[in-house]
Nanobody, 121 residues
């Protein structure tokens, strides 16, 4: 499965962005999906995950209540709606596909190329 992330950019603190991650195959609907991020000088960290059906979502505490993950299995796309952004959200955001939708990056088999999100104060 090839994943293509998009939607990053530069936004002021308090603003919003929506990231998209399009999958190359119809087997997308067989995979749980996750979003991770990596800030400069830091390790990659879990952001959010969604189950195959979309019925179960999980979030990192740092984004809970501000970010929403969703998926469209017809369009083979997963989304990350990010609201109330702050400078600490600045990072490269990666989407990933795997069997379980965990918060552990080794639980994912396929990764997108990343999209940069920069939040200025």
């Amino acid at each position: 499965v090839q994943l293509q992330a998009s939607g990053g950019g530069l936004v002021l603190a308090g603003g919003s962005l929506r990231l998209s991650c399009a999958a190359s195959e119809r087997t997308f609907s067989n995979y749980a999906m996750g979003w991770f991020r990596q800030a400069p000088g830091k390790e990659r960290e879990f952001v959010a995950a969604i189950s195959v059906s979309g019925g179960t979502t999980t979030y990192a505490d740092s984004v809970k209540g501000r970010f929403t993950i969703s998926r469209d299995n017809v369009k083979n796309t997963v989304y990350l709606q990010m609201n109330s952004l702050n400078p600490e959200d600045t990072a490269v955001y990666y989407c990933a596909a795997g069997p379980y939708g965990t918060n552990w990056d080794l639980g994912y088999d396929y990764w997108g190329q990343g999209t940069q999100v920069t939040v200025s104060s």
